[in-house]
């Protein structure tokens, strides 16, 4: 099946080996089984239950749709210094439009991101010609991919287990991306976790099972059977139902008899558990390198420090997954003579797309700056170019920048004489 497919492709090794033994793990050791970390809280955190704490989830989230929105392009360098764009390069389409028939880029790049921080690395298989000229991008379940690394060189060695056992791939036909250390975060924050999954399963259950009651009925004197004029009746059921029915059909329940109703507040212990809470969800932004506010903890979030934090997320937290799919396209999507020449880099600009009035500022520093040519600008947005719009001329000092008209009439009225 996947192996013969891996065979038919040129997958394997330049030696050609192919190992048949496949994986094993204990049935009566759980520790054994892939994915298993054991939490003290008693939780089993794995990388598909960490995905049902919220906090995680939003921090997986933000990282991988993060670098999925951001278009990565491949670049060419002129011999004067500059670059231009290569669309004509093979792994451009497979970068910036669709990495294969049914999977769109930005897809494929939120996918191994997710892979990368739920199990330590992603991986996709490239298909390329014999010239390692490469066609296509295909995930690979990391559960299924196994890395052993030479003890001297630290080289690599990428087996793929399947139903037919385990075949070798050759280096070169993987992209890796791998977690800071190539160990898992859902491992290495196991305990805060396992934590926040316990705090958030004990609240369900209390607030489903009411464990805690709204409050409590109270009356001035005490409630026997025969206090009314239904002798013999349980007076207490009889209030309780009758409480229960008005506020099930949402009226306002109306207690004779003297009755008072008392909600309870939160207690310090409950106001505790909430702030241990917030905390949980601090921590594991800690582990993931994420900004409290991105993960909507808010306590410290402000307009002033916002943005601040916002830019740290980018230097301190994407730039490691920036900087490595980079390396990791040059090593492997770039055959050897083209790497002195090529480059691809994701274009951050995307992240103001959503800033329409930081976006335009930008851009009238530039031109202002001579930095950039209206026109420039104009390709940037979609727009057409205007004539004379290539010069760089500082719009506020000069009027010859201002664009042509678009007719060769001066008076725009057409009744100047």
């Not at 038919?8 to 009566?28: F, N, P």
């Not at 916002?310 to 301190?316: C, L, P, T």
Request: proline fraction near 7%; aromatic fraction near 10%.
């Amino acid at each position: 099946m996947f192996g013969n497919f891996f065979r038919k492709r040129g997958a394997v090794d330049k030696h050609g080996a192919i190992e048949s033994k496949s994986a094993s793990y204990s049935l009566v050791d759980p520790t054994s089984w892939p994915g298993y970390f054991p939490a003290s809280s008693g939780v089993s955190v794995t990388p598909e239950t960490a995905l049902n704490c919220a906090a995680v989830n939003c921090a997986v989230r933000v990282i991988s749709e993060a670098i999925g929105q951001l278009p990565i392009l491949v670049y060419r360098r002129k011999a004067d210094g500059s670059k231009e764009r290569a669309p004509d390069h093979p792994a451009y389409k497979l970068l910036h439009d669709q990495s294969n028939d049914w999977t769109p880029a930005p897809a494929l790049k939120v996918a191994l991101m997710r892979d990368a921080m739920l199990y330590g690395s992603g991986f996709a298989w490239i298909d390329q010609t014999s010239r390692a000229v490469p066609l296509a991008l295909f995930r690979l379940d990391p559960k299924a991919v196994t890395v052993e690394r030479d003890s001297f060189t630290g080289e690599p060695v990428y087996f793929l287990s399947t139903v037919n056992g385990r075949t070798q791939i050759a280096r070169t036909s993987i992209l890796h991306i791998p977690a800071p250390g190539g160990e898992s975060l859902i491992h290495r924050g196991s305990e805060a976790i396992g934590l926040a999954m316990a705090m958030q399963t004990f609240a369900a259950k209390l607030f489903g099972n009411n464990a805690m009651p709204a409050g409590v009925i109270t009356f001035p004197k005490q409630l026997t059977p025969g206090s009314t004029t239904d002798k013999g009746a349980d007076v207490t059921r009889k209030i309780g139902l009758a409480w229960k029915r008005d506020t099930t059909a949402g009226s306002v329940p109306v207690l004779d008899g003297g009755g008072k109703f008392e909600p309870f507040s939160f207690s310090p212990v409950d106001a505790q558990f909430l702030e241990l809470s917030n905390r949980n969800t601090i921590e594991i932004a800690r582990l993931f390198r994420v900004p409290p506010h991105m993960l909507f903890e808010l306590g410290r979030a402000t307009w002033a420090n916002a943005e601040a934090m916002g830019a740290e997320f980018v230097q301190y937290s994407l730039n490691y997954w920036l900087e490595t799919w980079q390396g990791e396209i040059a090593l492997k999507l770039f055959a050897d003579g083209e790497r002195d020449d090529l480059a691809a880099e994701f274009l951050l600009d995307a992240f103001l797309k959503g800033d329409t009035a930081s976006r335009y500022d930008a851009y009238s520093k530039a031109i202002s700056s001579r930095f950039m040519s209206p026109n420039e600008v104009r390709a940037r947005e979609n727009l057409p170019p205007f004539k004379g719009g290539d010069k760089f001329e500082n719009p506020n000092t000069s009027s010859s920048a201002l664009p042509a008209p678009l007719n060769d009439n001066p008076d725009p009225t057409g009744i100047a004489a």
